[in-house]
């Protein structure tokens, strides 16, 4: 009789190729880009508390000074991808290593996950923008993380801000940061607000505005008049699918982003909205927005795609957190409101009995 000793030690995800974890990992970008993928490329010295909350910040050489002031500012854990072209020249990389190793701001607190694709353009298709978020935000140590695009300037103490709502965010509510736009092209340290009275003095005075990307300045979704008064978080009740503020939200309980977009993070909201999670505006904290350094042109024609693509994405949305809220019991409860109210004629449109019992 021949026994058959089995190694306990083995397992199949320690043989499996790095580009085969990450593909199933992240499904939507190609192969073959995700090989070029690192993680902890460089590894913070400094261990995270777990509840603490990470920035996610994606870079690309042409933006790397906006990360080392980004961390200089924040202080605090980040996780981030750096997406450089394999046809750069090696000069480069060791450049970045070098003035990361030299910083104590950026050797303590950021994680890089080194991306490498061909081409020169560090965004597309086969490794989109989106996956970079899942990518950064997959390798975070924390369990509260916020997107944040590296040329934000965070000037209030969102760290200490978070504790006081954590339930929130375990239940799946994200804590939306004003971000404001400086209306001006030169700014220096002196010009940066430091508390929400100056940042409404600097708006009366036209050189601030509220800024929602997709919307005109100070009139989006997170609503400057009622922030002006605000003295508690309060929920966003104009919601639009292409909303996309700045969030703290939790890392484990929220969707992931869709990554058959390029560059869309309001796909990355949406799930969560529809699955009946609110987004809360935070009453004295916020950000201040400068446009990237960051080249990733999106061609006419590929922005012509992702806006097809995102209407029938809304649709595939509606349809399945409508049946998962059903399945779930809470059709009928509070937790269906958003999606009753984003979704009635989508669902409609697919006849009855798609929710519930049939009429």
């Known amino acids: 009789m021949t026994l058959c000793v089995i190694d306990l030690s083995y397992s199949a995800i320690t043989t499996m190729p790095h580009g085969l974890k990450l593909s199933k990992m992240f499904p939507k970008s190609e192969y073959g880009a995700l090989k070029g993928v690192t993680p902890f490329w460089q590894s913070a010295s400094q ?68 991306i490498e694709t061909s081409g020169h353009n560090s965004i597309s298709v086969l490794l989109p923008m989106n996956a970079e978020r899942n990518i950064a935000r997959v390798y975070a140590r924390t369990n509260y993380v916020c997107d944040t695009p590296s040329s934000v300037i965070l000037p209030t103490d969102l760290r200490r801000t978070i504790h006081t709502y954590t339930k929130q965010m375990q239940l799946g509510d994200m804590l939306v940061v004003p971000t404001f736009e400086i209306q001006q092209q030169v700014i220096s340290a002196n010009d940066i607000p430091r508390t929400k009275k100056e940042v409404l003095g600097l708006v009366n005075e036209g050189k601030l505005g509220l800024y929602d990307a997709q919307f005109k300045l100070n009139e989006g979704p997170t609503d400057l008049e009622k922030w002006k008064k605000a003295k508690d978080v309060y929920k966003v009740e104009n919601y639009t699918i292409d909303y996309e503020p700045l969030v703290i939200q939790s890392k484990t309980v929220q969707p992931w982003c869709s990554e058959r977009f390029v560059d ?7 799930s969560s909205y529809l699955a009946g999670n609110d987004f809360l505006v935070l009453p004295s904290d916020f950000a201040i927005y400068k446009p990237s350094a960051r080249k990733h042109l999106v061609s006419d024609l590929d922005r012509v795609i992702e806006k097809r693509l995102y209407s029938k ?40 009995g798609l929710i519930g019992k049939p009429e």
């Not at 980004?70 to 450089?84: D, F, K, R, V």
């Not at 509606?318 to 009753?340: F, P, Q």
Request: charged residues 25%; hydrophobic residues 35%; glycine residues 2%.
């Open 313 to 352: 994405f809304y649709w595939e949305e509606c349809v399945y957190h409508a049946r998962e809220l059903d399945s779930m019991g809470l059709w009928k409860t509070s937790k269906s409101n958003h999606i009753r109210q984003q979704c009635s004629r989508i669902i409609q449109n697919w006849g009855k």
């Open 47 to 114: 261990p995270s508390d777990e509840s603490d909350v990470s920035l996610l910040t994606n870079v690309s050489p042409e933006s790397w000074k906006e990360l080392v002031a980004l961390a200089e500012n924040y202080n605090g854990p980040i996780s981030a991808t750096l997406h450089i072209s394999k046809q750069a020249h090696k000069d480069i990389l060791n450049a970045i290593e070098q003035e990361y190793r030299s910083k104590p701001s950026l050797y303590q607190n950021v994680d890089i996950h080194l």
């Open 264 to 270: 869309k993070r309001s796909a990355c909201l949406l």
